[in-house]
């Protein structure tokens, strides 16, 4: 974490961007490779970033994707319960700062866990094998656990975290039972296919 809040603005915009540009450039490795999924449009949930944390930047990334066709949605998160919802992104929805300083859609159109195909999630730091370690409060491993509950493998949406290349760990994280792995890593430098 402390590594990434050391990156300048133009570090980070520059490899966030690298980022984007590999994400877009491996979307067909990786939708080919999911039964559910074909060239139709698909239902998305991508996290909006925040420049104080650094976060891999998902602006340019939502933007590519809306314009291919997709439709794309973000979390609005419940503090009492730490649950989330995924919002659409649509023209009008506004977008403000909630809790921690994180980016989140006020209100708007609920897209429905079980019609998402893809969940673009935030990481303070990722293992090869696909554990990832967040900020600490259980929004997406809860989220992640009821998208993937009781769905067969081919029904479950694809999970990728778009993450720099030195957040990565060569040794597996010791996880908890709570947390979800993910499948998919894309950093500037590679992408990495975890293992099911």
Not at 79 to 85: A, D, G, H, L, P
Not at 102 to 110: A, H, L, Q, T, W
Request: hydrophobic share 35%.
């Amino acid at each position: 974490m402390n590594q990434r809040r050391e990156l300048s603005v133009e570090e980070w915009k520059r490899s966030s961007e690298t980022i984007t540009n590999r994400f877009m450039d491996c979307l067909d490795q990786i939708i080919p490779d999911h039964p559910k999924l074909g060239s139709r449009g698909m239902n998305i949930h991508c996290y909006l970033s925040t420049e104080k944390n650094r976060e891999v930047r998902t602006d340019e990334l939502i933007k590519q994707l809306k314009y291919q066709g997709h439709v794309v949605g973000s979390p609005k998160t419940d503090w009492n319960s730490f649950t989330m919802k995924t919002i659409a992104l649509l023209p009008s929805t506004s977008i403000k700062e909630g809790n921690l300083g994180i980016r989140e859609p006020e209100e708007g159109e609920v897209i429905p866990v079980d019609q998402l195909d893809m969940v673009i999630v935030p990481s303070v730091a990722l293992d090869k094998e696909g554990g990832r370690i967040g900020y600490g409060k259980g929004f997406y491993d809860r989220y992640l656990s009821i998208l993937k509950e009781g769905l067969l493998e081919d029904q479950k949406p694809i999970t990728i975290a778009p993450a720099f290349d030195f957040s990565l760990s060569e040794e597996p994280f010791i996880l908890e039972d709570t947390d979800v792995k993910i499948d998919w890593i894309v950093t500037e430098k590679r992408l990495i296919k975890t293992p099911s």
